[in-house]
């Protein structure tokens, strides 16, 4: 079974109110002569490409840009400069609200002007990010959604921040400033009007949008948490990336390599839903923040709240190079600098090695962190290269070998495998020290942060502590031969659970109260079902992730074949 690069969710009740292309959508704004249209988008969304095409449906009488409305630049400078900070990577989580973006005069007076128009028949359209903010009660409400992952492609293209006139400035900056601070903002009140939106607007396609009505994308979100699904994964060239993907799954060339692929970090990756003959394409958040309690589990969604907390993706070296030497933060300091309640803990499981693959992990037996840091600090300020065998272990990796690595270790994948990375959720918290003296694809150098990594590296993270702790720890909880389950971490220190499964028959799992999120790891093809005919049955090839809800209860895992051993690898969150 080739890897499905653009998995989807059929759900059929609404392909009837389902349209496609510009046309089309424009017709649904057929006598609104006298209406108030307001076009609420995410950042990111083209403004103008909407408002060309929605005002030309219905010429409007008045019409309210909300980029009109917004603070001038000086103001959101001085408002945010803490928030975004002067570090190239990172920022502080922002409390804002939409409304903090806009002067309370030019909403006052939008909302005047809106309402004097009503009063005299005549229509309006009100255009951009927070248009809700002025509508009038009887408003056709339109949103339209934007992927994060299309976002940061626009921003590599030159698009700038909402908050910023940045159009030149790195992605990096760019990427910060929309995390910490637009995104935040902007995921608040897309929920704050989700349930008042009567049209959904998908414009991640250029001058191609797809549109629903609101009762059937609100619909087709609940649909979604009763069966397991996944989401649409993304690749990235990198400076260590390699030839294994691109290969395998068939990705595009162009890029030199892909060295991340992002599999299974609903944050970011889209949902396609499939509507009969108009597919959509959503940010799969939507999914998160509408249902949390079904998809997470009542207990999950009381600790993290609506957000997904565990994350799988890949990491390509083969045919590339080592990845940059890091750490991540202990949960008390990711709190304390970034605004974040926990921190990237994560493991490495390695799906394909070739013969000298291995992985940095923790210092050796005798390395103390001064001594590293002095050698550290003397190879970046253009000293003899650091010597990365003589303090960090380089332990070799092989197919299925399963390495934990809890916040404050030491590590990297070295050249020469395909891992993947289960972790949990927060992003860019990775304290680069020590990236083999490589400037980016961009050319710039890339960022290290040998002072937040100083604080919190741990000392005791050492050779002997790895092997007792976290490298292959596998505990065979039941079966035996080729039929059986195994604990392979993580640490105890770590809030995911991950079970791997061998098996040629079918297997039960119940997913006890927490999503799970599941790999192929070694097979061809698996079918999931459930055990009473609640969903249709599933079917997830090699090296594919897919999300079983909680609210599913149980489900059962067969291979497709019976011709040879498969396996999966489960994480969930630890309740």
Known sequence: MPYEKQPYVHFAAGSERALAHWDAIRRAFAGMEKAVVCVDCYPGADVTEIEREIAFAFEPAILIRMADLMHDQAYLDSSLKSFVTEDRVFGYMAPFQMADFFTADGLAHARETILAARQAGKSALIVGVGAALVRTDDAYLVYADMPRWEIQKRMRAGMPNLTADNPNEDILTKYKRGFFIEWRVADRWKIAIFDDVDLFIDTTIPNDPRAVDGASMRQALSHVVTRPFRVVPFFDPGVWGGQWMKKHFELPDGPPNYAWGFDCVPEENSLLIDFGDVRMEVPALNVVLRHPEALLGPKVFSRFGPEFPIRFDFLDTIGGGNLSLQVHPLTGYAHEKFGIPYTQDESYYI???EGDAAVYLGL???????AFFEALEKAQAGGASLVVDAFVNRWPAKKHDHFSIPAGTIHCSGAGALVLEISATPYIFTFKLWDWGRPGLDGLPRPVHAEHGRAVLREDRDTSWAVREIINCVDVLGGSGNDREERTGLHPLQ?????????????????????????????DEIIVESPDNTFEPFRAGYAETFIVPAALGSYTVRPASNERPHATIRASVRI
């Not at 995911?496 to 097979?523: C, K, M, Q």
Request: charged share 30%.
């Open 351 to 353: 799906l394909q090695a």
């Open 364 to 370: 050796k037996d005798g390395v103390t962190k001064e």
């Open 495 to 523: 809030f995911i659970e991950t079970r791997r499964h061998w098996f040629t028959e079918p297997v039960i799992h119940r997913t006890e109260g927490s999503v799970h999120v599941l790999n192929l790891v070694e097979g």
